[in-house]
């Protein structure tokens, strides 16, 4: 029998395999043609992946696939979780990191060349001898003039790793050869402080673009420079801030805040409360202050706006803010990608959100709520906006503050559309020949205003010029026709611009902003108050009206047209590598 067996087992069990896979590939076969198979090991979504890639008809490669997909993922959530891909994380970093490795300058395309506008002092150019108004030929070897190249290749072909060497052929004035020079790449900073000085006797102005991790380095560098200046008092603008780091902001609110007072608190899902008190030793804690927002402003700028408000600290000036107050966090993949996690909410100290209303997967509607408030005039008028169904809060001298969408100001200041006609429509926004003539005239004429110690100077010397005339020849000869009544209505506006434009390109911001906001009316306002001793409230000298009040007081004058967007659009007419 044990004879038997053993000479029959071997046959017994190939033949069990055999019809094994007979009936495995019957019912695959017949899955193929139309039954539903089941996988149960992994998650859904690599079962999913796994079948894609085995048994799909065509050849799909599967990384790309995922990079597809990963964002739909995101788009299921609120409107600011965000997947980030691997070529793209580097420059976003950058942005909140202060600093890139390239070498050092400010330029732009004029016509089909790269001309340098300003060098940046101590940077890998200045120290190669680089100047402003150089025009660069070639880069390694490659001819980067006569013919139109984008702005992100140029910057791909300036910037790059710490250290590592790019050659330069530069043609300068006044001297026919091209010059080669060897630019060793090193770090460059980007600043977010974008100027700071004297507006008026002892008050202090200070624009702050974005919250970077040298922001308040920046930002505590600016006051020490404008205390020294005697400024006791201090203007912070926020317009046009879409946020950045959060711990930036709260740093930069202990500033002006009395030790013991709530500045910030956050609190989500797996994200218990967490409670961010003033330290008490901020540098200007008995200072007045006011701060600008407009519709720009959003998240770390509402954290900082929310804070002084609350807190009774100082006034809000402008217009309402954006309306984010999700926190996120950012998380690294292994192949560079990453993820940036909506993981709670941050609440002012009187407890409001000001995270304004969104769907889960519906960020379309999410993000035209700009556009539904300029549509509805909120930018011109501050009864338009309709506050009856916002929560009500309290400031810690019980005045009136709403959640739910944003931060109220306290005055406010409705959009300036003075000097706005179509001509200056079409040669500041739809052709950006302001800009060109400026970059134009400084070229041509650079020995002479080169020359001038000051921008207080340089514009004295400007405003001599019949830069007008010559403007709008420029302009004709562009295709922009001569529109003597438009002209004549907007010289001012037109004016203020090219003369501003021309300084930045000798002076940089600390230049440009003193001139470009010589009239701006919500600085003006904020002058008014901090003067009249007005800026921190109390039950005396804020009414319980609030912004409807203020409203009447400034005046409003609708246009489809924001002088502010303007001044937004021109920083992005320069780029830095």
């Not at 603008?237 to 805040?257: K, Q, Y």
């Not at 709530?262 to 202050?289: H, M, Q, S, W």
């Not at 959100?353 to 999410?366: F, N, V, W």
């Not at 010029?465 to 010289?491: H, M, N, Y």
Request: glycine share 8%; aromatic share 10%; charged share 25%.
């Amino acid at each position: 029998m044990n004879k038997k067996l053993s000479l029959w087992l071997p046959v017994i069990i190939a033949t069990s395999i055999a019809l094994g896979i007979f009936i495995g590939n019957y019912f695959l076969t017949s899955g193929r043609q139309g039954k539903v198979q089941t996988y149960f090991s992994g998650n859904k979504i690599n079962a999913i992946l796994d079948i894609i890639e085995n048994q799909y008809v065509d050849t799909v490669h599967i990384p790309d696939l995922i990079e597809g997909v990963i964002p739909k993922i995101f788009d299921e959530l609120d409107p600011h979780s965000l997947y980030i891909s691997a070529k793209d994380a580097q420059s976003l970093n950058e942005e909140l990191e202060g600093s890139f490795s390239g070498i050092g300058v400010s330029f732009n395309m004029q016509t089909d060349t790269i001309l340098i506008i300003s060098v940046i002092p101590g940077g890998p150019s200045e120290k190669a001898g680089l100047l402003p108004f150089d025009r660069i030929i070639t880069i390694n070897d490659s001819v980067f003039a006569g013919k139109k190249t984008d702005q992100n290749e140029v910057m791909k072909n300036l910037r790059g790793t710490k250290n590592s060497i790019v050659r330069l052929g530069v043609k300068r004035r006044n001297i026919p050869d091209l010059i080669h020079f060897e630019v060793a790449r090193g770090d460059v900073p980007v600043y977010s402080v974008d100027a700071s000085y004297k507006v008026s006797k002892d008050i202090g102005y200070i624009k702050v673009s974005k919250f970077t991790r040298t922001t308040y380095n920046e930002f505590i560098t600016a006051i020490a420079r404008l205390k020294n200046e005697s400024c006791n008092a201090f203007i912070i603008d926020l317009r046009g801030n879409t946020g950045g780091i959060m711990e930036t902001a709260v740093n930069m609110v202990n500033e002006f805040m009395p030790q013991g007072r709530l500045i910030v608190y956050t609190e989500g899902k797996a994200f218990p409360r967490n409670d961010i008190y003033a330290n008490g030793t901020g540098t200007c804690i008995n200072d007045p202050i006011v701060v600008l927002t407009d519709e720009g402003s959003a998240s770390a700028s509402e954290i900082f706006a929310g804070a002084i408000q609350d807190n009774d600290r100082g006034l809000i000036i402008g217009r309402r803010t954006y309306g984010k107050g999700l926190v996120q966090t950012q998380v690294g993949l292994i192949d560079g990608s990453q993820l940036r996690l909506t993981i709670a909410r941050y609440y002012t100290p009187s407890g409001r959100s000001i995270q304004k209303e969104y769907e889960m997967g519906h960020s379309e509607t999410y993000d035209m709520d700009i556009y539904n408030r300029y549509i509805h005039g909120e930018f011109y008028s501050a009864d338009s906006i309709k506050m009856d169904n916002l929560p009500e809060y309290q400031t810690s001298i019980g005045r009136t503050v709403f959640g739910g969408g944003g931060v109220m100001p306290d005055l406010f200041i409705p959009s300036d559309t003075s000097g706005i006609t179509s001509y200056f429509n079409n040669v500041a926004r739809n052709s950006n020949i302001l800009y060109l003539y400026a970059l134009k005239y400084s070229d041509a004429n650079y020995d002479k205003l080169s020359s001038f110690r000051t921008y207080q100077e340089l514009h004295a010397y400007l405003q001599q010029q019949p830069l007008l005339t010559d403007f709008t020849d420029f302009a004709a000869e562009q295709g922009v026709k001569k529109r003597p009544v438009l002209i004549d209505i907007s010289a001012r506006l037109i004016e203020t611009h090219i003369q501003s434009y021309i300084v930045r390109n000798f002076f940089d911001e600390n230049g440009f902003y003193p001139i470009f906001f010589k009239d701006d009316e919500t600085i003006r306002r904020a002058v008014k108050v901090i003067k009249e001793g007005k800026s921190t409230p109390s039950p005396d000298n804020l009414s319980d009206k609030g912004i409807s009040e203020c409203m009447e007081e400034a005046g409003a004058s609708p246009s489809p047209v924001r002088r502010y967007g303007l001044m937004k659009e021109r920083i992005r007419e320069n780029h830095t590598a």
